[in-house]
Structure formats: C-alpha cells, structure tokens
C-alpha cells in the first residue's frame, strides 16, 4: 500500500476521484513531464488527440 504517496517527484491521484481532479492532474503532469535529468518527455502521438479532446471536455477548475 502507497499510503498516500508513491514516492518523491511521482503524482498520486487517490481513489475515489472527480473528473475535474483528472483533468487537473492530467494537465499538471503533461506541463512538467521530465525525465530524471530534467529533458522533456514528449506525448505520444497515438495519445494526443485522446487527450486533447478530454482536456477540452473537462477543464481543470481553477482552485
């Protein structure tokens, strides 16, 4: 069990959850997707409109 944290610089979305805190966890961790050594880590392609068009549909409430 992750008790609440999976670990240092890893992002934990708990269950349950809303949809706009998928969104929001979504959109955080595709702005700083980097590796270890800080490169970017990019989308894949085959994902991108998939969550484009979820973004679109739900999105992140301002907190």
């Known amino acids: 069990p992750l ?3 999976a ?3 890893i992002p934990l979305l708990t269950k349950p959850y ?3 805190e998928l969104a929001r966890m979504l959109r955080r961790c ?3 997707a980097v590796d270890p050594a800080g490169d970017p880590i990019p989308t894949p392609y ?3 409109p998939d ?3 979820f973004l679109r549909k739900n999105p992140p409430k301002e907190e």
Request: hydrophobic letters at 30%; proline letters at 0%.
């Open 51 to 53: 969550v484009e068009r």
């Open 7 to 9: 670990g240092q610089g």
């Open 46 to 48: 085959s994902v991108q």
């Open 3 to 5: 008790q609440g944290r």
């Open 30 to 32: 595709l702005d700083i």
């Open 18 to 20: 809303r949809r706009a």
